[in-house]
Each structure stands twice: as structure tokens, then as C-alpha cells.
């Protein structure tokens, strides 16, 4: 019986391991970014994205900013044909820095993989990945 027991849980875990380890996800360091710390953004190429576990159907990937301590503010971002290469070189798009006033803010860059380049339906998978900046 106990045996029987922890051999389903033994499944259990080596299954949902699995399942967690095939999500989708990025990273991306800030890179040679011009400190701003006025308030006031620059436009800029965005930073290298490194790409792991990206859905199978991927034809395109949506990057966007988000200032965790002032959501309101759109940084913008932008869409990059993805081709089966799992790095995003810096200069595929361009959007608003990161500029907080005097002070550290935390980003958030979510990139969400679709079928199509389109706002509407297609989302396979999203993936986030933050930094302090500066």
C-alpha cells in the first residue's frame, strides 16, 4: 500500500517538474542603457532577450515594459518576428527607458508568444522577467 502511495506521488512530482520546466521564459539584462533618472524616458533599443521553452507555434513574440511602481506609465514595446532563434538582439524595436525620479523602480518586461501578429487571440504562452533599474 505504501509503496503503491509513494510511487503515485513519485509520478506526480517527476510530472509536474516537467511540466514547470517546459514554461516558457526569458531574461535580459539591462545592458549598455543611458542612466536616466529625471522622470523623463529616452527612446531606446530594447535590451537582448535570452528565450527558453518557447511554444511550439511561436510565429511571433510581444515585449512590453512595465514600471511595477507606476503601472499606469506605458513604456511601450513591441513585436519581433520570431524565427526558431532563442536570443533577441538588441535593436528589434524601440520604447520608452526606464527613468524613474531619483530613485530605484522595479521593471517588468512580459513577452507573450502568439500565432499571429495581432492584440487579439492567438496567445500560446507569457513569460516575465524583472530587474531593479538602475
Not at 539584462?29 to 527612446?43: A, D, I, Q, R, S
Not at 532563442?86 to 507573450?112: D, L, M, R, V
Request: glycine letters at 8%; aromatic letters at 18%.
Amino acid at each position: 500500500m505504501f509503496k503503491k502511495f509513494f510511487f503515485i506521488i513519485f509520478l506526480a512530482f517527476v510530472f509536474i517538474g516537467s511540466s514547470i520546466a517546459d514554461d516558457f521564459q526569458i531574461s535580459f539584462e539591462w545592458g549598455n542603457l543611458k542612466l536616466c533618472n529625471t522622470g523623463k524616458p529616452n527612446v531606446v533599443k530594447n535590451p537582448i532577450f535570452e528565450l527558453s521553452n518557447v511554444p511550439d507555434e511561436t510565429k511571433w513574440i510581444y515585449f512590453k515594459l512595465t514600471d511595477l511602481n507606476v503601472p499606469s506609465y506605458n513604456h511601450g514595446g513591441g513585436w519581433v518576428e520570431y524565427a526558431g532563434i532563442n536570443k533577441i538582439e538588441s535593436g528589434e524595436f524601440t520604447y520608452k527607458s526606464p527613468c524613474p525620479p531619483g530613485k530605484t523602480h522595479k521593471y517588468q518586461w512580459t513577452a507573450t508568444a502568439k500565432k499571429e501578429k495581432s492584440t487579439f487571440g492567438g496567445k500560446l504562452s507569457s513569460a516575465s522577467a524583472s530587474r531593479d533599474y538602475p
